[in-house]
């Protein structure tokens, strides 16, 4: 037999009621309560990390709005500028073609608005 001798055999076990001695009470409940305390520290540092992660995310993502306002405002002022070129063509366009067909047609503009 490979036991050694202070190891209770199972059919020792199953005629004795083993009880647990008081140093033992008192070791179990010092682990539990040392255990409760790890998790209960483990708990608080996950929540913290879990607040900076997210205070991180939160300003991460204020960044990424203010860069978007910036290009968005940007893109706003090109087509600003492009919408203004292409007015003043188009008013420079129907200022040649106005002035022209007043040029040539004098008599009949003044007809028009009943002068003799």
């Known amino acids: 037999m490979g036991v050694p001798p202070a190891t209770p055999t199972t059919e020792y076990l199953e005629k004795v009621q083993y009880v647990?001695?008081?140093?033992?009470?008192?070791g179990k409940r010092r682990l539990t309560t040392k255990l409760s305390e790890i998790v209960k520290f483990r708990d608080e540092q996950k929540k913290k990390e879990d607040l900076e992660?997210?205070?991180?995310e939160a300003i991460a993502e204020k960044k990424?709005?203010?860069?978007l306002k910036i290009v968005q405002r940007?893109?706003?002022y090109a087509l600003n500028e492009t919408m203004k070129r292409l007015e003043e063509a188009n008013f420079k366009e129907y200022a040649a073609k106005r002035s022209s067909s007043c040029n040539g047609n004098d008599n009949n503009v003044g007809n028009r608005l009943g002068a003799v």
Request: hydrophobic share 35%; with cysteine; glycine share 0%.
């Open 20 to 26: 647990q001695c008081l140093a033992d009470f008192k």
């Open 53 to 56: 992660r997210k205070k991180v």
């Open 74 to 76: 940007n893109e706003i």
């Open 64 to 67: 990424e709005q203010e860069l």
